[in-house]
């Protein structure tokens, strides 16, 4: 029995082979243990009857017992349908006997309704109450049977389980009473209540019981003794991972008095019987309307997934379940238990005789060549990351050891064996806040890029309202089903590696990079992801260079398939925001000016810093003329956090922007490429020189070498109308110089090499250059060091086809510079979705710091068709007005509104709330490079095609068949969609941004373009043969049945085009308990002219619901003293499930909006409605707020996110001094 207990606790995993036990015993041999009688005044239960049974058998019998029926009710809370199938209701006793701290929904209701148990050992059998069963020795000893008695007609029974989310989850706090009352509502004998979650164990609360024995409870005092007596009596503990000791203990009053009220319900007062009355919470059911054109088929085309059916039956294969190859070995990271610290031993020693065991490898096995580094990749500008840290633990989880084993659990086992040793432990950094008091900042580009237009102090000086506030949003895990996985093969000329990657690209350059071989060494190969949502953009590499490495060390076949555990504590996850602002306004709330500071948690690397795109979508939908932002980008002592869904775009412009007071020093950049840059407006001046009184015009220079030269002194030198092309320059030294008075204008500059250069001492001021082109440069070995820069003005200038690397910059300040008119590109970063969060909360706390309505003010201030962004992108489409109007009269927010009001006014208790959030998202595709093959067979006219994207999910294999099949005019099930691979993807760009769908079909739509023009002749030719009469005949002629296509699309602005939507939430509020029912939300998005809509309806409604995770169930806890990741499995980490999503769903496409900018008329959909979601959470403030104005708490507050139960209800100051009937 012992070994069947084992397997129920799942929750509570071993973590060594001495846990594992030798025997284990099919219980469907013992009959008893199955058996199931009813007798005259009770049940009794087997031991191994499952809880979906034991259900059955309640509702069966619940005519004989008036709690049957309840007790069938809160067991269907307990885990979900599959786990009550096969798990028994003894085994959820045995956990709470071994576990403290499991709150068993089972002992907590069958203790108050009297129910024992019969244990058997070798000496006999005896029956327990529950009370004594959780004090008895088990290790002998087994349950048997369990014996429910039946209640009589005057039992009143109640049970209550408060949790993270709607269903599937462990309770925060659980009760369940049990109270005898006659028909002149008098207590009759000695109640029952028992509180789980509360102590280390279930408590019942006696005292507050027996004052209530032969109470009348229409007596208002009987109430407020009870409340007294329970208020004392409960003592909530404090572990690491319950929900707040203030919480709980309200929670257990709360629920006390839900409980009070449901006795007395047909004598209490209206406005405070919604607390009596279980909320039943409807079906959810939906609305999805979307447009297409027939005439377009398939492109527009509604149709699932080409690959729903196998994903849907399991048939579908992912990274793991390819075959095992022979000699294969399984991988498990070792990981750190403490962050901020200095590693001072790994002690493997013990693992060497564990079962399983083949080796275990670390940075030192690394092959000379190779290097440490799994963020390598030319021209992205990655700091390094360890595959394997050395000297010093970030963070707790930090991968210190890779495991080799003969499978994948015992290396997951042997890896938690491997003991880590510490010293000079530090407390870590975990929060920004920490962050701010250690001034633990990361250096530019992070913490000092200003965003300043206008001039906001001044607009917010002389504006009739000033307001400030603050505002904050946590992370969140992002939650794939397929966990980072690779399988790596050593091949006889280098190694293939299957990954679980959004990047190819990075993958192959890790992996070459660690090994020290040549990248065409490296073959990487993906079919498909079980999810992503970012977090294998550029966390997935580190697994691949392992496994690689593992495959180098030993030649065989490596398979790694990360479990949660080490996934959640591993890698990073969204980056964590916080802003405070300053606002000037009018009094109808027309903003003026914003004057902000942003922070952000980036971990502990910088290299997927989210700030800046954070920064240029705080406008989200609103015109602003007046901005002053300072991003300040923090280090902690958490994983390096990444790409998560709603980050946007890859290749980033940035016009239009002033930077000012800029500090660098100590910073080496090198391997970064920089491309489609323009600088305009920029002023140089102010140098002093050797060379001077000199002008230069119409000259033209090429063919130079410059070699070994020594420049001092340069002054009044202007140099205009000069092209510059076929330079070598070479072995420069510059020093000690003063550059001022210097213009430079009218300049082409291209085909220019420089390296061996040393430039230290030097001062630049008054400097202007204007008018410069510059094309074709690479630059190389250039050392700088000491070098001053102030007081520049730089507009007018393009740069592109330049190449920088190999070049060190130190010591180097830089100040009062301002940039202009500059577009960058090339550049992948993160953060719309907290950016529109904050930017949602300040227009809130706005309107209601005036007593204005919400919505009214959002109008107010939204965009109009031709005014600039703060980015400098002027909308020349831009149609979020009309979206905000047709929403609002088609969801009829105004009669909703008053409905609303009416409902709040007559209830106390339960509350409603409505919000709606516009979205103005900006998607972009500057230096996404992608390749797509297509290639057609002759033998029967069949097409394969591989492209550059990867299959995460998001339909990309499906849209690009659709528009193959078009273009070619073929019919869908001619195509079939290969594996991506960096064979016939090098160099690509990853996968992600949205956008990635419409740059695939855009190169198939090229390719297919390009073949049918080489068989239009042919065509025409033979009149009208079919496609295989036609393929063939163009395969005897010798014409090439294979198209490959290149795109590098680029843009003048950071974005293409913006996608706008509009999104209107209701939702529902139990005061007491902080439970949440979204009630409806209605979503209108521009998708353009979807390329499928039903896949973008899908995407749509996945995005929000996404959301509605990370802004109500999803919480992230550390332990403050190592660091380590507390929730770091599905026990904990609470992502929405199936009763969280809005009951009432209703999703409609924009008809008849194609889009102008777009590829095909088409608009991303895959992250830009998830940051619509954040409307549920105004909806729950418009909640919270009607309940705060029932004790005269009308302040205004903020709502962070997550907004928990706990949150919630904690911001509806619920006061038991407030509990009456």
């Not at 769908?997 to 373009?1009: D, Y």
Request: proline share 5%.
């Amino acid at each position: 029995m012992q070994a069947h207990r084992v397997k129920l606790t799942c929750i509570y995993k071993t973590s060594s082979p001495s846990d594992y036990f030798d025997i284990f015993i099919d219980l469907k041999g013992i009959s008893e243990l199955y058996e199931i009688q009813v007798s005259a005044a009770s049940v009794k239960v087997g031991a191994a009857v499952t809880l979906s049974n034991l259900i059955d058998l309640l509702l069966a019998n619940k005519s004989k017992s008036t709690n049957f029926e309840g007790l069938a009710d809160h067991i269907l809370k307990v885990a979900n349908v599959a786990i009550r199938n096969v798990g028994s209701w003894a085994g959820n006793l045995m956990l709470t006997h071994d576990h403290s701290d499991f709150p068993s929904d089972v002992f907590t209701v069958m203790a108050a309704a009297g129910a024992t148990v019969t244990i058997a050992n070798a000496r006999g059998s005896s029956s327990f109450s529950l009370w004594d069963f959780l004090d008895l020795e088990m290790s002998y000893s087994v349950i048997v049977s369990m014996t429910i008695p039946f209640s009589g007609p005057g039992n009143i029974f109640r049970s209550f389980k408060i949790m993270p989310r709607a269903q599937n989850a462990h309770a925060y706090v659980n009760a369940a009473f049990s109270m005898e009352v006659d028909p002149s509502y008098t207590v009759r004998g000695t109640p029952v209540l028992v509180f789980g979650g509360i102590e280390e164990y279930a408590v019942s609360a006696v005292r507050t019981a027996a004052s209530l024995q032969d109470k009348s409870l229409l007596d208002p005092n009987t109430l407020k003794s009870a409340l007294a007596a329970l208020q004392q009596e409960l003592i909530p503990d404090t572990p690491p991972m319950a929900a707040s000791v203030q919480y709980r203990k309200s929670l257990a009053l709360s629920l006390f008095y839900k409980y009070y009220l449901a006795c007395i319900v047909d004598e209490v007062s209206p406005r405070v019987k919604s607390a009596a009355v279980p909320y039943k919470r409807a079906i959810s059911q939906g609305v999805q309307t979307y447009s297409s054109l027939p005439s377009n088929y398939p492109i527009t085309q509604p149709m699932p997934k080409l690959s729903s059916a196998l994903q849907a039956s399991g048939e579908a294969q992912f990274t793991t379940d390819i075959p095992p190859y022979p000699q294969e070995l399984a991988a498990a990271f070792v990981i750190t238990t403490q962050g901020n610290a200095r590693i001072s031993s790994i002690n493997a020693d013990l693992i060497k005789t564990m079962p399983g065991y083949v080796s275990v490898i670390t940075a030192a096995d690394i092959p000379t060549g190779g290097q440490n580094n799994f963020m390598t990749l030319p021209g992205n500008g990655f700091f390094p990351e360890p595959v394997f840290a050395t000297d010093f633990s970030e963070y707790a989880g930090q991968a210190v050891a890779l495991v080799l084993a003969d499978t994948q659990e015992y290396a997951n086992v042997i890896a938690r064996a491997v003991v880590v040793g510490y010293q000079d432990v530090g407390k870590p950094i975990l929060t920004i806040q920490d962050a701010i008091a250690a001034r633990s900042f990361y250096p530019f580009p992070g913490s000092q890029q200003v965003l300043s237009v206008g001039d906001a102090p001044a607009a917010i000086a002389t504006s009739a309202h000033v307001i400030e506030g603050e505002i904050s949003c946590g992370t969140q895990y992002h939650f794939h089903m397929e966990t980072h996985t690779t399988v790596c093969l050593p091949e006889d000329q280098g190694y293939t590696v299957y990954s679980s990657t959004q990047w190819t690209d990075l993958t192959q350059s890790a992996v070459a990079t660690v090994l020290g071989i040549p990248v065409s060494s490296v073959d990487v190969r993906v079919k498909r992801l079980g999810g992503a949502y970012g977090a294998k953009i550029t966390r997935g590499h580190q697994a691949a260079a392992a496994c690689a490495l593992g495959a180098c060390l030993t030649r065989r076949p490596v398979r790694m398939h990360m479990d949660i555990d080490t996934n959640m504590q591993m890698v990073g996850k969204r980056f964590p925001f916080y802003a405070q602002f300053k606002v000037g306004c009018s009094s109808d709330g027309l903003i003026n000016g914003i004057q902000m500071t942003v922070y952000n948690d980036s971990g502990c690397s910088n290299n997927d810093n989210s700030i800046m795109l954070a920064v240029q979508s705080l406008d989200n939908a609103y015109y602003v003329p007046n901005w002053l932002v300072t991003p300040i980008s923090c280090k902690t002592n958490t994983c390096s956090n990444t790409f998560c869904r709603s980050p946007a775009i890859s290749g980033v412009a940035i016009s239009g922007v002033a930077i000012s007071g800029v500090a660098i020093s100590g910073v080496a950049i090198s391997g970064v490429a920089i491309s489609g840059v323009a600088i305009s407006g920029v002023a140089i001046s102010g140098v002093a020189t050797c060379i001077s009184g000199v002008a230069t015009s119409g000259v033209a220079i090429s063919g130079v070498a410059i070699s070994a030269v020594a420049i001092s002194a340069i002054s009044g030198v202007a140099i205009s109308g000069v092209a510059i092309s076929g330079v070598a320059i070479s072995g420069v030294a510059i020093s000690g110089v003063a550059i001022s008075g210097v213009a430079i204008s009218g300049v082409a500059i291209s085909g220019v090499a420089i390296s061996g250069v040393a430039i230290s001492g030097v001062a630049i001021s008054g400097v202007a250059i204007s008018g410069v082109a510059i094309s074709g440069v690479a630059i190389s070995g250039v050392a700088i060091s000491g070098v001053a820069i102030s007081g520049v003005a730089i507009s007018g200038v393009a740069i592109s086809g330049v190449a920088i690397s190999g070049v060190a910059i130190s010591g180097v300040a830089i100040s009062g510079v301002a940039i202009s008119g500059v577009a960058i590109s090339g550049v992948a970063i993160s953060g719309t979705l907290p950016g529109i969060f904050i930017m949602e909360s300040l227009v809130d706390y706005v309107a209601k710091s005036l007593g204005l309505d919400v919505e009214q003010v959002k109008r107010v201030n939204l965009y109009q068709l031709g005014q600039t962004t703060p980015i400098g992108i002027p909308l020349s489409y831009c149609n979020i007005r009309g979206l905000w109007d047709q929403l609002y009269s088609s969801a009829s927010v105004e009669r909703r509104k008053a409905d609303i009001l009416v409902f709040n006014q007559a209830n106390r208790w339960r509350k409603r709330g409505l919000s709606m959030v516009p979205l103005k998202f900006g998607l972009g595709w500057n230096n996404s490079p992608f390749t797509v093959l297509v290639s057609v067979y002759a033998t029967d006219g069949t097409v394969a095609v591989t492209h550059g994207g990867v299959e995460v999910g998001q339909g990309i294999d499906t849209k690009v068949a659709q528009v193959a099949a078009r273009t070619l005019g073929i019919p869908l099930d001619m195509i079939v969609i290969k594996p991506s691979n960096s064979l016939t993807n090098p160099n690509g760009a990853s996968t992600g941004g949205s956008t990635t769908s419409e740059l695939a079909c855009l190169g198939v739509l090229n390719a297919c373009t390009e073949l049918k023009s080489r068989l239009t002749p042919v065509q025409l030719a033979m009149g009208n043969p079919s496609w295989v009469e036609l393929v063939q005949k163009c395969y005897a002629a010798g014409i090439d049945l294979s198209s490959k296509q290149h795109t590098y699309l680029t843009t003048d602005y950071p974005f293409a085009y913006y996608a706008y939507g509009v999104t209107c939430a209701e939702t529902e509020v139990d005061v007491l308990t902080g439970e949440t029912q979204v009630l409806r939300v209605d979503i209108l998005y521009d998708c353009g002219e979807s390329i499928n809509p039903e896949i973008d309806v899908g995407q749509v409604e996945g995005a929000f619901v996404m959301g509605l995770g990370y802004w109500m169930t999803e919480r992230v806890v550390y332990d403050p003293s190592s660091g380590q990741l507390l929730t770091h499995n599905t026990w904990e980490y609470k992502p929405p499930s199936s009763q969280d999503i809005p009951i009432d769903f209703r999703v409609e496409l924009l008809k008849n909006a194609p889009n102008p900018l777009g590829i095909l008329r088409s608009k991303a959909c895959g992250e830009p409605p998830q940051c619509m979601s954040c409307s549920v959470l105004f909806a729950i403030k418009r909640a919270i707020e009607s309940a705060r104005a029932e004790i005269q708490q009308q302040q205004v507050f903020a709502l962070p996110g997550p907004a928990t139960v706990e949150a919630i209800q904690q911001a509806c100051m619920v006061d038991p001094s407030q509990f009456v009937f």
